[in-house]
C-alpha cells in the first residue's frame, strides 16, 4: 500500500514538474518573441539614424538632423528613453536631454570600446549602469558610427530602462514570486522582474555564473534547471530559451512551491488515507489479538468442561458442513455463470449466421423481383412492395451488424487490423457515402483539410466506420439549407484531431449522454422525427477508444453540434 502511495506521489511530482517546463517553454518562447521585436524596432531606428549620418565625414555633429530623430525616438524606438552621441575620442557629444556641456568621458565604457577596437561589433547591449545625468540604471544599445572607408567616428547610444523590455510580464500571470529575468551571454543580469518589484529594481548587473545554465548556448536554444535563486534565495523551476537574432536569454522562473502545490495537495491527501489505513489496520490487528486471548480462555474451559467440548466440536463440524455447502454453491453458481457466458456467445454467433443469411437471401430476391417487375407493365405497386422489402432488409442487416460490432467491442474480442492509413481518402470517401442525402435535404458538405496531412496506423474499415456514423448523423439531424463542415488537422501535440461541425437541432448536456449509450434515443416517443437505432454514436466512440484516441460532443440546443475526434501521435506515421 506504501509502495504505491510512494509510486502516486513521486508520478504526480514528476507531472508537476514537466507541466512546468512545458508552460515555462512556452512563456519563455512568448517573451522572447515580444524581446526580438522590441529590440528589431530599436535596431531599425539606430540603422537608419546611422543611413543619415549624425556625424559627417569631419566628425562633426548634425545637430538639426538628430534633434529631429531625438524627438522622435520615444516614438520610433520604443521603449527607448533617450539617445546619446559619443564622440571618437570618446567624450559625449549630444544627449536628447539638451546638450553636455561638461562632456562626460566614456571612452572606458565598454561599449565605447567595443566599437572602437571593433568594426563587426554590430548591436552591442551592455549590463545596466548608472546614469548620473539621468539619475538611473540604463541598459545602453549602441552602434559604430563610421565614414564610407571604415574611419571611426564615434558611437551612436540608445539608453532604454531595463523594465522596459519586460512590459509583457503585465500581462501574464507567472504567481506571486515568479521572475521573468533578461541575462546576457556573459550572465549578467540585464532586467529582472517580479511581483515584489515590478520595477525590476532587484538583480540588474549581477551575474548567475557557476550555476546550471549553460557557457554556450546555440541561437534559439533553450532548456530547464532547478535553483536556489542566488537574488532572493527562493528555490524555483527555470525555463530558460536564448534570442534567434540577439545575444540575450529570457529566463521564466516559476516559484517550486508554486509548481508542487497542486501535487504536495494530492500528497497530503494520500498519505491521509494511508494513514487512515494503517490505523484501521492496527484496530484490526488489536481487535484479533483480543478474540485469541478470548479464544485460549475459552479454549481452557472446553478442556475443562469435556461435554462442553465435545459440543463445541459438533457445532464446528456443522459449520464446516454448512461452509462445504457453501461452497460447493458457490462453484456451482460461478460454473452457471460461465456456462451463460459461452452461450451468448455462442448465441451471438449462431445468430450472426443464422439471421444475415435469410436477411441477404431476402434482400436478394427482392432485388431480382424489384428488377424482374421493371419489364412488365403495371407493376408498380410490385416494385414499390419490393423496394419496401430490399430497404427494410438492409435496415435489419445494418442493426444487426451494428449490435454485433458493439457487442465485440464491449466484450474485448473486437481487434484492430492495423496498416498505413491516408486519412484524407478516408474522409473523402466517407463524404461521397452521405453525399446522396445531404443533396436530397438540400445541405451543404464541406471540407477543410490540413495539405499534407500525414498517414496513420489504424484500421482502414473501422476508420471509415466511423467517419460515416458521424457524418451521417450530422446529415440526418441537420434541417433543409444547413450545412456539414469536415475539418482535418496537426494540433500542436503531434496527433490527429477531426472535427465535424453541424448547424443542425443541437442537445443539451444531458441529452449528449443519452446519444452516447447504446440504443440511446433524445427523441424516445414513439413518434420520433428521426429514424435510428441509436448505435451509430456509441459505436464510434468505442472505435475510436479502440484506435487510443477520444470522441467529445459539444453543442447547443437548436445551433447545431460539433464532434471532435483525437488520435494520439503514436498514431501519426
Known amino acids: 500500500m506504501w509502495g504505491l502511495i510512494g509510486w502516486s506521489i513521486w508520478s504526480d511530482r514528476q507531472a508537476a514538474f514537466e507541466r512546468g517546463r512545458v508552460n515555462g517553454r512556452n512563456l519563455s518562447a512568448a517573451f522572447a518573441v515580444e524581446l526580438t521585436h522590441t529590440i ?59 546638450r553636455v556641456g561638461m562632456h562626460v568621458d566614456m571612452s572606458s565604457k565598454e561599449f565605447f570600446s567595443i566599437h572602437r577596437e571593433r568594426r563587426d561589433a554590430g548591436l552591442y547591449i551592455s549590463v545596466p549602469m548608472h546614469e548620473r545625468v539621468l539619475e538611473k540604471d540604463m541598459i545602453h544599445f549602441s552602434k559604430r558610427i563610421e565614414t564610407a572607408d571604415g574611419r571611426f567616428l564615434g558611437v551612436l547610444v540608445f539608453l532604454v530602462p531595463p523594465v522596459e523590455l519586460e512590459a509583457l510580464y503585465d500581462r501574464i500571470d507567472l504567481g506571486q514570486r515568479g521572475t521573468l529575468t533578461i541575462i546576457g551571454l556573459d ?17 540588474p548587473g549581477k551575474s548567475v555564473g557557476g550555476g546550471p545554465l549553460p557557457h554556450k548556448l546555440a541561437a534559439g536554444g533553450y532548456g530547464s534547471y532547478f535553483r536556489v535563486s542566488i537574488i532572493d534565495g527562493v528555490e524555483r523551476l527555470f525555463n530558460y530559451r536564448r534570442l534567434e537574432t540577439y545575444p540575450l536569454i529570457v529566463d521564466v522562473a516559476f516559484d517550486l512551491e508554486d509548481v508542487l502545490a497542486e501535487a504536495r495537495g494530492h500528497a497530503r491527501t494520500v498519505t491521509a488515507f494511508g494513514v487512515m489505513g494503517v490505523v484501521i489496520l492496527v484496530i484490526l490487528a488489536v481487535l484479533l489479538a483480543l478474540e485469541v486471548h478470548r479464544r485460549m480462555l475459552r479454549e481452557i474451559e472446553l478442556e475443562i468442561e469435556r461435554v462442553q467440548l465435545l459440543s463445541a466440536r459438533a457445532l464446528i463440524q456443522e459449520d464446516q458442513a454448512q461452509l462445504s455447502r457453501v461452497n460447493k454453491e458457490l462453484l456451482a453458481a460461478a460454473e452457471r455463470a460461465e456456462a451463460a457466458s459461452q452461450a451468448k456467445s455462442r448465441f451471438l454467433a449462431h445468430m450472426s449466421h443464422e439471421l444475415r443469411t435469410p436477411l441477404h437471401a431476402i434482400i436478394g430476391f427482392s432485388e431480382i423481383i424489384r428488377e424482374s417487375a421493371a419489364r412488365i407493365p403495371g407493376s408498380a405497386a410490385i416494385i414499390e412492395h419490393a423496394s419496401d422489402i430490399h430497404a ?33 481518402d478516408i474522409i473523402r470517401g466517407s463524404l461521397v457515402v452521405v453525399t446522396g442525402r445531404a443533396l436530397k435535404n438540400g445541405i451543404a458538405l464541406r471540407a477543410d483539410l490540413a495539405p499534407q496531412l500525414p498517414k496513420i496506423r489504424g484500421d482502414v474499415t473501422k476508420l471509415r466506420q466511423i467517419m460515416i456514423n458521424i457524418l451521417s448523423n450530422a446529415v440526418k439531424f441537420t434541417d433543409m439549407g444547413g450545412a456539414v463542415t469536415v475539418r482535418a488537422e496537426q494540433p500542436p501535440d503531434g496527433g490527429i484531431m477531426i472535427t465535424v461541425r453541424d448547424t443542425g437541432i443541437g442537445m443539451s448536456n444531458d441529452e449528449i449522454e443519452v446519444a452516447l449509450q447504446p440504443f440511446g434515443q433524445v427523441d424516445s416517443s414513439l413518434a420520433r422525427n428521426f429514424e435510428g437505432t441509436g448505435l451509430g454514436l456509441p459505436l464510434a466512440l468505442r472505435l475510436v477508444e479502440l484506435h487510443g484516441g477520444t470522441m467529445r460532443l459539444l453543442s447547443t440546443k437548436g445551433q447545431g453540434t460539433v464532434v471532435e475526434i483525437w488520435l494520439p501521435p503514436e498514431r501519426v506515421v
Open 187 to 203: 550572465h549578467v543580469i540585464r532586467g529582472r522582474v517580479n511581483a515584489a518589484h515590478p520595477d525590476g529594481a532587484l538583480g
Open 392 to 424: 427494410s432488409g438492409q435496415h435489419l442487416l445494418e442493426l444487426i451488424n451494428a449490435i454485433l460490432d458493439i457487442s465485440k467491442v464491449e466484450s474485448g474480442t473486437e481487434h484492430l487490423i492495423e496498416e498505413t492509413v491516408d486519412l484524407t
Open 40 to 98: 528589431d524596432t530599436i535596431n531599425g531606428a539606430m540603422d537608419a539614424i546611422l543611413r543619415r549620418r549624425p556625424l559627417g565625414e569631419d566628425g562633426q555633429l548634425n545637430l538639426e538632423e538628430i534633434e529631429r530623430w531625438a524627438r522622435d525616438v520615444p516614438v520610433l524606438a520604443r521603449p527607448t528613453a533617450f539617445l546619446a552621441l559619443v564622440g571618437p575620442d570618446g567624450e559625449s557629444i549630444y544627449i536628447n536631454t539638451g
